[in-house]
């Protein structure tokens, strides 16, 4: 069972709120993800690292930060939410090694009123 | 243009039928890995397979790598209902991209 976790799983929220989403891993994982997803639909790279302080942008990452200051936490950071940031944003982790397997967490889903 | 392209989108089919879905890309991979998502939970991972006409099976569930690495299939066999869900393919090109997904339902 894969030990990654993000809080909270639910959140709703109003127009222009500054927001964080939190994802954590116990494995030591040095690679680390989060992906936006509307129901049933593809996913979205957002943002990306290799390591402690290594930060990547994805393709839709112009809106929102995140930051790797320890291996094991990677929160997502909207400044000023809008409606359009409404979807399920999903955490996800894997070794830095070639096709390492990603470990998802439950994701946390956003709805901006 | 996507990287990974995924068919069909969407597969409606009944209990104990067959049915394959395909991944195709016009860039090489080094590997290419399945995953199978479930509504309201993240995508886990199926199968890694990393050698051109690579085979792998898992119960009843068959991958293949194309032989030149620029596509893979999954067939299963005799699907049942909790085969149902979101398949996808994802390559890992610096970051790890996946395809847009089929959405298979298996009816009873």
């Known amino acids: 069972e894969a030990d990654i976790y993000q809080t909270p799983r639910y959140l709703v929220i109003g127009t222009g709120k500054k927001i964080t989403l939190e994802c954590s891993q116990t494995m030591g994982h040095d690679k680390m993800y989060w992906y936006q997803q509307d129901p049933g639909m593809e996913l979205h790279l957002i943002h990306y690292?290799?390591?402690?302080?290594?930060?990547e942008k994805g393709d839709l990452s112009s809106e929102s930060t995140v930051s790797r200051i320890r291996t094991e936490h990677f929160p997502l950071t909207l400044e000023s939410a809008r409606p359009s940031h409404t979807s399920q944003y999903l955490c996800?982790?894997?070794?830095?090694?070639?096709?390492?397997?990603?470990?998802f967490g439950e994701g946390s889903r956003l709805t901006v009123l | 243009t996507q990287l990974l392209e995924q068919s069909p989108q969407f597969l409606s089919i009944q209990e104990g039928e067959n049915l394959t879905v395909y991944c195709n890309s016009s860039s090489v991979f080094s590997s290419l890995q399945w995953y199978r998502q479930e509504p309201g939970e993240g995508p886990v991972l199926l199968v890694t397979?990393?050698?051109?006409?690579e085979v792998k099976k898992l119960k009843r569930l068959t991958f293949q790598f194309g032989d030149a690495r620029k596509d893979s299939s999954l067939h299963i066999t005799a699907a049942q209902p909790g085969d149902t869900g979101l398949y996808l393919c994802?390559?890992?090109?610096?970051?790890?991209?996946f395809g847009a997904g089929t959405r298979l339902t298996v009816k009873p």
């Open positions: 996800a982790s894997s070794e830095y090694i070639p096709a390492g397997e990603l470990f």
């Open positions: 690292s290799y390591g402690v302080n290594s930060t």
């Open positions: 994802a390559v890992n090109n610096n970051d790890m991209r």
């Open positions: 397979v990393v050698t051109g006409g």
